[in-house]
């Protein structure tokens, strides 16, 4: 069977709702042990089979303390808990810019130093979620794309040095992706008014739509799988078009 995961472990954060539970089930369903770690857990994962480790990414010692429940040996590690903030940099307070660094580089920092030991013995991959924000400028993503660029970089510093311990990682950005998120954005910032401002976003991509959970977890499978065993180093946008397709 192709992108076959019997047999494997696999770390997933933030994987108790919007694309990473989506990664956290597809996994599964190939055969993966699965366990979450994320502030909450989702009893849909747990009827599943899902363990979720209710931790905090941005402190390196709890996550550590936290990660006795799993396994000693790490196959995968998906690091996709982040959060947004829209602003550009005169609305960006100090404490805003901190929290996203905090979430979203320390976090996959953290995760990162705690899980390697666990991969050096027989390898494994790491998937990072970056973001289209880290190839090209969107109006009002000041502190997103600073950390997000940040994810994207260390994708590669990490599959530079660990190539020989048979450690593979990548990078998926995706573009708009359909998740609960964007529903209450949507309800918060525009009420009354939320069909029109989703048509609006969703026309943003060249496509037509914005993407769905479920195909980016498609490519992160993919990435995970020994069908993937060629490839370390490299980012994979998943964007309607975005990148490469805008103003032509």
Known sequence: MKFDLNNKNALVTGGSSGIGKAIA????????????????????????????????ITNLDTLKEALKEVPDQIDLLINNAGIGFVGNVEQTEEEDFDRLYQVNVKGVFNCIKAVLPRMKVKGGAIINMASIVSHV?????????????????????????YI?????????????????????????????????????????????????PE??????????????????????????????????
Do not use: W
Not at 205 to 211: E, L, T
């Open 137 to 161: 400028a969107v109006n009002n993503r000041f502190a997103y794309t600073m950390t997000k660029g940040a994810v994207h970089a260390m994708t590669f510093a990490i599959a530079k040095d």
């Open 215 to 248: 195909e980016v977890a498609n490519l992160v499978l993919y990435l995970c799988s020994d069908e993937a065993s060629f490839i370390t180093g490299s980012d994979f946008p998943i964007d309607g078009g975005f990148v490469k397709l805008n103003g032509n």
């Open 25 to 56: 089930e597809t996994l599964n369903s190939q055969g993966a042990t699965v366990y979450v770690i994320d502030l909450n857990e989702n009893e849909s994962n747990t009827a599943l089979g899902i363990s979720t480790i209710t931790t905090d």
């Open 164 to 212: 020989h311990e048979g450690i593979r990682c990548n990078s998926v950005s995706p573009a708009r992706v359909h998740t609960p998120f964007v529903d209450d954005y949507l309800k918060k910032n525009y009420p009354g008014n939320e069909q029109e401002m989703f048509e609006n976003l969703s026309e943003t991509q060249p496509i037509g739509r914005m993407g769905k």
